[in-house]
């Protein structure tokens, strides 16, 4: 035989105590969400205290990052719906042979000039970014061709995006790759005829300066704001 010693009332929680620990609860999960879930999350920062402990500038990266996939993704899906065109081809134009002139003297056929390769040529340039600034710099090269780059940032992280794009193959965007560093280096390769670069943009709170210096069988070189 068992026996249970009931608790007395006076031991068990109150109502208005559970009340309390409910309250004290849900007031803690809400400190928990404005300090550090929104900040770290979503860049929000209503306290403050994001900016100080860095979870803000951490929140910011995220958002930007997802908004770039976004605009990557929706790039990606207007390309597929392009409608594909063949070329049209002409007939090739045919001599007629009636006179004796035609057969001793066969016309002329003109050639086209072969388009010299691009030599390898070396670059450095230079971009200010105001806080929340974007700007791009591209090269153009020929499918195939590859351009080493080494880039720094001076004065903070950097968000980039590596990609590159095409009006007459209407490709609007093409992704290499895309991350937030302070530096890179690497060797980018052209996937198709066209314009192929780095867009950078300053998620911090100061200016920044990003440098990039560029080797490689490309020709032509230009900013875009």
Known sequence: MHITNKP?????????QLLKSTVVAAIAALLLLLIIVMPAEYGVDPTGLGSITGLTRMGETKMALADE?????RALAAAMNQPLTEPEVEPAETQELDS???VSAPAEVAQSPTPMEPGIRSDEMQVSLAPGVG???KVTMAQGKTVEYSWQSEG???NFDIHGDSVPLEIDYHNYSRGAEQSSRGVLEAAFDGNHGWFWRNRTDSPIVVTIQTRGEYTDIFLLD
Do not use: F, Q, W, Y
């Not at 007395?8 to 208005?16: F, G, M, N």
């Not at 996939?69 to 993704?73: K, R, S, V």
């Open 100 to 102: 004796p002139a035609a």
């Open 69 to 73: 996939a976004d605009a990557e993704e």
């Open 135 to 137: 700007r791009e710099i």
């Open 156 to 158: 903070g992280i950097a």
């Open 8 to 16: 007395a009332e006076a031991d068990l929680p109150s109502t208005v």
